[in-house]
């Protein structure tokens, strides 16, 4: 690409969309080149483009079809495996200002949000309504819808509710040439044609950029309670995450942390694990009551029988949050000792044990 095709191409688009944001120098683009992947070397984006519509969108997709510029969606840059690092010679689309959360439906149980809504706020959103929105990544105070679709981010609750996938009725997409298509919608059976929507969550925009979205919502779960177990080692914690399955317990969160990452979360937050141990599991319940109760009974038992060193509960909510920001801070508590790379593993719970071992 020329010079003058690249000039060319930002002229057109400044004078389509005479009111959008549009960065262009080196020293403001900069920002937008990285996600928080510590270790792509990402390329050096002809501009950085923040619409504020759909028809903002399909402009830009028309513009850079014709000129062969790509695209970059963008939200808010907190993914880790590079779905938004720019392109050499790319135009980043930014799409942090579409945020509204256009409708909370109670009567089908759904919301339909623009793809820069953050995710705690849909969650705050739905609660307001005695709703539930399931998907919660680490970094779900900052992280916007668009970029979990793209990503098809998953969270804590995700071994009981599933990922983003799975809370996905509809979508509404711009592709390369600037059309617009809609996929799904509110029903809850739609089995007619293909299913689009899943062929998009997951492609990190290189099939289209979604400019809005339909979720399910759930009724809001009672309350959690919360176990904390600690081993001697991540072989015994995999031993008991492969009992807890056998038991047909399914937990609302299941999540470990190596003897590392303990010793790290400690240091940082200060909250008084135990900094011996070679693992931790953080297991919660949202079955309500006495069902609660009873499924953390069993998770106990599989924790003893795998080896656990102590087994204890959560005394009240201020403690359980606090144990669960422990796990949310994990990657940030890393960071602050010195780790370079993380990557996410995904194998089948029966192969926790072998792959931990």
């Not at 492609?203 to 919502?217: D, Q």
């Not at 009992?243 to 003897?259: A, C, F, H, K, S």
Request: aromatic letters at 4%; glycine letters at 10%; a negative charge.
């Amino acid at each position: 690409m020329t010079i003058d095709v690249e000039a060319r191409f930002i002229l057109d688009v400044q004078a389509a969309l005479p009111g959008i944001r549009l960065l262009t120098e080196p020293a403001d683009t900069e920002g937008y080149r990285f996600d928080e992947t510590p270790y792509l070397t990402p390329g050096r984006p002809l501009g950085v483009a923040f619409p504020r519509s759909t028809a903002d969108v399909q402009a830009i997709a028309r513009l850079a079809s014709q000129h062969r510029v790509p695209l970059v969606p963008r939200g808010a840059g907190s993914g880790l495996s590079g779905g938004a690092i720019a392109v050499e010679g790319g135009l980043t689309v930014v799409l942090t200002g579409m945020d509204s959360i256009l409708e909370i439906d109670v009567e089908n149980l759904c919301a339909v949000v623009q793809p820069g809504v953050i995710n705690a706020d849909l969650g705050r959103a739905a609660a307001g309504q005695a709703l539930f929105y399931a998907p919660d990544p680490a970094s779900f105070e900052w992280c916007t819808i668009g970029g979990n679709l793209a990503e098809n981010s998953g969270g804590l609750r995700c071994v009981k509710y599933g990922v983003t996938r799975d809370a996905v009725l509809g979508l509404e997409v711009v592709l390369a040439d600037g059309a617009v298509i809609r996929t799904g919608g509110k029903n809850v059976k739609d089995v007619l044609g293909y299913d689009l929507s899943h062929l998009f969550i997951g492609s990190e925009g290189t099939l289209g950029i979604i400019t809005e979205a339909t979720l399910r919502l759930l009724p809001l779960p009672p309350p959690k309670l919360t176990l904390l177990a600690f081993f001697a080692s991540v072989r015994q914690a995999g031993e008991a995450v492969a009992d807890i399955t056998r038991q047909g317990v399914i937990p609302v969160t299941l999540e470990l942390m190596d003897g590392f990452t303990i010793r790290a979360v400690d240091a940082a937050l200060r909250l008084g694990l135990d900094s011996d141990a070679g693992a931790m599991l953080m297991v919660e319940s949202d079955a309500g009551g006495e069902a609660a109760a009873a499924e953390l009974d069993r998770v106990a038992q599989a924790c003893q029988r795998a080896g656990a060193t102590s087994v204890t509960r959560a005394q009240d909510p201020q403690e359980a949050d606090w144990l669960r920001e422990a796990r949310r801070k994990a990657h940030w508590s890393l960071e602050q000792a010195g780790v370079a790379r993380m990557d996410d593993v995904g194998v089948p719970r029966s192969h926790v044990p072998q792959m931990l071992a």
